[in-house]
């Protein structure tokens, strides 16, 4: 019988399992294709509608995304991605909104041609007086040959270090309005988010 | 600009750096016109706190006139203000129950990866203190970039004098929260362990709170003085047995409350487990814990131990059995300094505190890092040294 992980009753989140890949946690994403899986959780203590207003707008996300160079609006529902990769590179793809319920959820897939195929949902979970819990899955596959080899340092090694980063710039920036950084000059400032 | 940089071990010298400048819409720019140096600051001076940059610049108790501030700044040019050591953003779910030293968002998120693994949770950001802490410039300099500058700093009125409210920037407000960490109720003994500024300011305001007796305990002479001088019985270590001696002052009971205030003295991270060498020195050594193992025998049953001491990673032959036998409550943290700040201005407004006589020395800027060496040789008299960037150097 293949039934004996889910007679033992769990409440974690199925992403923090032991064993990896996890097909509860993909079988969460539409579409999802990839063999790698991220999630995150972070309480955010602004409104659900606040953070899904700033986050659907995707052409802010570079505001707290470090790796994301910018991201071009297609249409209301497609997107199209620049992001860096190591060595000066770029990889880009273009994403499509798979599902979406105001201030509650939004999930993406990579469209055919991606340098990275991925897909993934960043829900918003009404959490009362603390605000909202925001909680980000990812899957990607890493992609094959050289590019594959540059792009995997951030794809491969690096995602749930950058997932959580990224979350916490976006906790910073609905919470107190600005990224914390500990420059001392204007310059030093560009030369760390460069 | 002047500031007081690391360069490594007992190597801190005074260089010519890049003025800091405004970056985000709630910065302000400080002019310092007072900046003390903190017995954890030894820590860095010894080398033991890791994550260390050469170039970084130290300080972070420090005060001085507002030069510049950002869009959403409340300051005004020309407030004088006292700024915090720990920077804490006002916004999250933590400053909102002014739990500010576990603010969320004080730390830049890169640097939140080191005290998440550690801790669990990343905490709020420092001034001045190792990478760890936010990689954040200190304020033993001539300016200083102040993050959310609507919520640290406490305006000062004119006329009143820097040295007398210097401190709320760190070790008053530590002192105090150490004490109200106590619980005391009137009549208490309390007992403190290291009379330090943080141990004398919290024999200071136990007293405020209502003991009816404080016993200091220490092994420098001139601090047990200091201790006296605010009506505190003491205990030089050196000549007496502690245990005993709590024991047989409090009639056999124990003293209701006791206040750990040696601990490691820094305000950083102690990573122990994972600097194998710092378990090596000094202050790692057996009679460092023993101050909160001694806390927790002598303290009467069902007493509070207070723990401001700091403490960064994992601690043998912690007494767990007499803790819990005895029923005793531990409370520590690192200080929440924005939520003490206005009512310890009044304080010392209304001459209910004064913490001046802790004003060993003071020195210009440029001879900070005699300032040091001074500190770290002659902990007995050198009790704190205040550098003042607007001091002319005296004639040799």
């Known amino acids: ?91 880009e793809w273009d994403a499509r909104i798979t599902e979406e319920r105001d201030g509650e959820l939004i999930a993406w897939a990579s469209e055919e041609g991606a340098d990275v195929p991925n897909a993934g949902r960043i829900e918003f979970r009404d959490a009362g007086a603390r605000g909202t819990i925001v909680v980000a899955t990812i899957a990607y596959d890493p992609p094959a040959g050289t590019l594959g080899k540059l792009v995997a340092k951030i794809f491969q090694r690096e995602p749930a270090i950058q997932a959580r980063r990224d979350l916490r710039r976006f906790k910073q920036l609905m919470e107190t309005g600005e990224v914390a950084t500990a420059s001392r000059t204007k310059k030093q400032h560009d030369e760390e988010t460069a | 600009m002047r500031a007081l940089t690391w360069h490594g071990r007992h190597d801190v010298r005074v260089d010519t750096v890049d003025d800091p400048e405004i970056l985000n819409p709630r910065d302000a720019i400080i002019k310092i016109t007072s900046t003390a140096i903190c017995g954890s600051d030894l820590h860095l001076y010894d080398g033991y706190i890791p994550t260390m940059q050469k170039g970084d610049i130290l300080g972070h108790e420090f005060m001085g006139e507002v030069v510049d501030v950002g869009t959403r700044s409340t300051l005004k040019k020309g407030q004088r203000v006292v700024v915090p050591f ?53 304020g033993q300099a001539e300016y200083v970039r102040v993050p959310f500058s609507d919520v640290g700093p406490i305006v000062i009125p004119d006329g ?99 206040i750990d205030s040696v601990g490691l003295e820094a305000h950083g991270f102690f990573v122990d487990n994972v600097i194998d060498q710092i378990k090596k020195s000094t202050f790692l050594g057996t009679d460092r814990i023993h101050s909160v193992r001694q806390a927790i025998l002598t303290c009467r049953k069902g007493g509070r131990v207070s723990m401001p001491a700091v403490y960064g990673g ?83």
């Open chain 1, 1 to 91: 019988m293949d039934d004996t992980r889910s007679a033992v009753r769990d409440d974690a989140p199925a992403t923090t399992a032991k064993s990896r890949p996890d097909d509860r946690a993909i079988e969460l994403l539409i579409d999802a294709g990839g063999d790698h899986v991220v999630a995150r959780a972070v309480t955010i203590n602004r409104p659900a509608g606040e953070l899904y207003a700033y986050f659907r707008d995707f052409a802010k996300l570079p505001s707290f995304m470090e790796n994301v160079v910018r991201v071009d609006i297609l249409s209301s529902e497609r997107s199209h991605w620049v992001v860096k990769a190591p060595a000066g590179k770029t990889v």
């Open chain 2, 86 to 138: 720990t920077i804490a953003c006002g916004s999250c779910y933590h400053c909102g129950k002014h739990q500010y030293s576990a603010c969320d968002n004080g730390l830049p998120a890169d640097n939140q990866d080191i005290a998440q693994e550690l801790y669990g949770q990343p905490m709020s950001g420092l001034f001045g203190y190792s990478h760890m802490t936010g990689g954040y410039a200190g």
């Open chain 2, 160 to 258: 009143v004098e820097d040295d007398k409210v210097l401190f709320l920037s760190d070790i008053l407000p530590t002192g105090w929260m150490a004490a109200e960490n106590a619980e005391i109720e009137p009549g208490d003994t309390v007992a403190v362990w290291g009379c330090g500024p943080v141990g004398l300011f919290a024999v200071q305001s136990a007293f405020l709170m209502g003991a009816a007796r404080v016993i200091a305990i220490d092994h420098f002479p001139h601090r047990l003085e200091l201790a006296r001088t605010f009506g505190a019985e003491t205990i030089n270590f050196e000549q007496s047995q502690t245990y005993e001696a709590l024991m047989e002052m409090t009639g056999g009971i124990g003293p209701d409350a006791c």
């Open chain 2, 314 to 396: 994992f601690v043998d032959k912690f007494p767990l059995g007499a803790f819990m036998e005895k029923g005793l409550t531990l409370k520590t943290g690192q200080t929440h300094v924005q939520h003490y700040m206005p009512a310890l201005l009044d304080a010392i407004m209304e001459g209910k505190i004064d913490t001046t006589f802790l004003i060993s020395h003071t020195l210009p800027l440029e001879q900070a890092p005699q300032g040091y060496k001074m500190f770290h040789d002659n902990q007995n008299e050198v009790t704190k040294v205040v550098l003042k960037p607007g001091l002319a150097i005296a004639a040799e």
